[in-house]
C-alpha cells in the first residue's frame, strides 16, 4: 500500500522558517516525481514546488527564493524548506508522488502550516 506521510507543519511567527518532510512507503520512491502542493481554507489547492526523479526543481513564483524542496532517496523522504513565511502561507501542506510513465498519483493527509503573530 503506498503511503505518502507529511509532518513538520505548526505555528511560526512571520519571517519565521519550517521544514516539512514527507516519508514515502510502498513505492519506488527514486522514479517518482514529487512535489508539495497547497491549500487555504476556501481556495483551490496550489502547486508549490517539485522535484523530478533526476533531481530538477521547479517553484511557485510566490516562494521562489524563501523555499527550498530536496530529497533524500537513501530515506525515501523529500522536504521543504520554508524560509520568511509570510502569513499568506498559511495553509495545508500536501505531499504528492506521480509516476512519470503512468501518471497514476498519490497524496499523503497534509500538515497545517500557519504564520501568524
Known amino acids: 500500500q503506498v503511503q505518502l506521510v507529511e509532518s513538520g507543519g505548526g505555528l511560526v511567527r512571520p519571517g519565521g522558517s519550517l521544514r516539512l518532510s514527507c516519508v514515502a512507503s510502498?513505492?519506488?520512491?527514486?522514479?517518482?516525481?514529487m512535489g508539495w502542493y497547497r491549500q487555504a481554507p476556501g481556495k483551490e489547492r496550489e502547486l508549490v514546488a517539485t522535484?523530478?526523479?533526476?533531481?530538477?526543481?521547479n517553484y511557485a513564483d510566490f516562494v521562489k527564493g524563501r523555499f527550498t524542496i530536496s530529497r533524500d532517496k537513501a530515506k525515501n523522504t523529500v522536504y521543504l524548506q520554508m524560509n520568511s513565511l509570510k502569513p499568506e502561507d498559511t495553509a495545508g501542506y500536501y505531499c504528492?508522488?506521480?509516476?512519470?510513465?503512468?501518471?497514476?498519483?498519490?497524496w499523503g493527509q497534509g500538515t497545517q502550516v500557519t504564520a501568524s503573530s
Open positions: 504528492n508522488a506521480k509516476h512519470p510513465v503512468s501518471s497514476a498519483d498519490f
Open positions: 510502498g513505492l519506488s520512491f527514486s522514479i517518482y516525481h
Open positions: 522535484i523530478a526523479w533526476r533531481g530538477t526543481t
